[in-house]
Every structure is written in C-alpha cells, then in structure tokens.
C-alpha cells in the first residue's frame, strides 16, 4: 500500500537545467497538488489538479508547468531551474467530499539548484 | 481573505504539555486540521475538528477551537522526544477542496 509516491527523493540541478518531478498515487484520489516547503515560508500552492483532465494555478505558479498524465499521476516540470527553485516539493491528494481525512502526502523531492 | 499564522518554535521538557497556537482570518472555515510532519518526511494528518466543535480529544491529543477569536490550539499532553516535529494547522474553507496552511511551529522536546 504505497499512497502517494514521489521521485526522486534528492536532485541537484546547474542554473538552466530541466527535470521532471514525478507523482503517483495508487489511492483513485481525484484531485492532487503540488507544493513547496520553504524554511518560515510553510507550504505553498504551485499548482493543482481537481480531476484528471484540468490542472490550475496555485499560488506561485511562476517557473513551472504541470501535467496530470491520468488520474493517478501528477508531473512538474522545470524547464530552466534557478537557484530560487531550491526547495523540498511534495505531492499531495485528496478524495472528493472526503473532508475528514484532509490531504495525503508523499515524502517529497529535495531539488538543490546550483 | 485567507491567511493563517503560527509561531514559528516552541520548546518544552519531556513530560511537559506542550501547546501549539494557530490563527485564522476566514470565518467561512468549516474543517481544521493539524498535520506532523517528522525531519526529512512529509506531512502527516494528526487530527482535524469541525467548525461546529469547540473541543476534540484523542489520547495525548487536545483541539481547542474558538470561532470567535479565529483561534486553533492543539495540546499535547506528557510530551515525548518522540513528538519533535513540526506541526502545521490548516483550514479548509467553505469554497471547496482546498486547504490552506499555516508556517508550521517547530517543536522541540527537550530530554
């Protein structure tokens, strides 16, 4: 029973780069995010994703780009990372009308850009 | 609009209570949660309360809710080494599907 599975764990990336972080969840959650952990900052929205086949913007969208491949993944991609990218990124999903239950994590990404 | 605030440490002694404070500015809040999240691991759902509940206990656990002051405490009662972590509270509104984080409070637990 996986949950929510990020890859990879750890990535260095120079100035310029791109990857893609990948998520998958074995769970039939319909919606997922995507979020950065920033030292005092908390956690912020990138962007999300309420069904397969749509995806918004969050709240610094700026830099990336998603893809919600089928309803069990959810990709986000650098295209040229900056050192500002430098940050732990998680995944998250949630059931629709599942409330009580809030948010299911993965255990995140830690990109350094140099 | 939204915004949701926490002290960013708080330290106590093994066996200690430990309180963990939270703000809140939207009165449309209808679910509150508090997530752990342990070093180098992601976040973990510890508790939640509805907007109608005033208080919610499971063991060691105590949620505090006051409507009127837009405030969330979760109590942790004979703390442990093992409850180091950082702790997030969250608020759902009745919008929909999305939650908002506080900054997280560090919480160290000294032996």
């Known amino acids: 029973n996986a949950g929510v599975t990020q890859t990879p764990k750890f990535q260095v990336l120079k100035t310029g780069q791109s990857m893609t972080l990948q998520c998958a969840q074995d769970?039939?959650?319909?919606?997922m995010y995507w979020y950065r952990q920033d030292p005092g900052m908390g956690l912020r929205l990138i962007y999300y994703s309420a069904s397969e086949g749509t995806t918004d913007k969050g709240e610094v969208p700026n830099g990336y780009n998603v893809s919600r491949l089928n309803k069990r993944e959810f990709s986000l991609r650098l295209e040229s990372a900056a050192p500002s990218q430098t940050s732990v990124y998680f995944c998250?999903?949630?059931?629709?009308?599942?409330?009580?239950?809030?948010?299911?994590f993965g255990s995140g990404t830690r990109l350094t850009v140099v | 609009g939204e915004d949701v605030e926490q002290s960013l440490f708080l330290s106590v002694r093994e066996g200690d209570s430990s309180v963990i404070n939270c703000t809140y500015t939207d009165s449309s809040s209808t679910y509150l949660y508090w997530y752990k999240q342990e070093p180098g691991a992601g976040l973990q759902l510890l508790t939640y309360?509805?907007?109608?509940?005033d208080m919610k206990q499971d063991q060691r656990l105590t949620v505090l809710l006051n409507k009127k002051d837009k405030h969330l405490s979760l109590r942790i009662a004979d703390t442990q080494t093992g409850d180091s972590a950082i702790y997030f509270c969250?608020?759902?509104?009745?919008?929909?599907?999305?939650?908002?984080f506080g900054g997280g409070t560090r919480l160290m637990v000294k032996p």
């Open positions: 769970m039939n959650h319909n919606s």
């Open positions: 969250a608020e759902r509104l009745n919008a929909g599907n999305m939650l908002t």
């Open positions: 998250a999903t949630q059931a629709s009308g599942q409330f009580l239950y809030g948010y299911t």
């Open positions: 309360i509805f907007s109608n509940m």
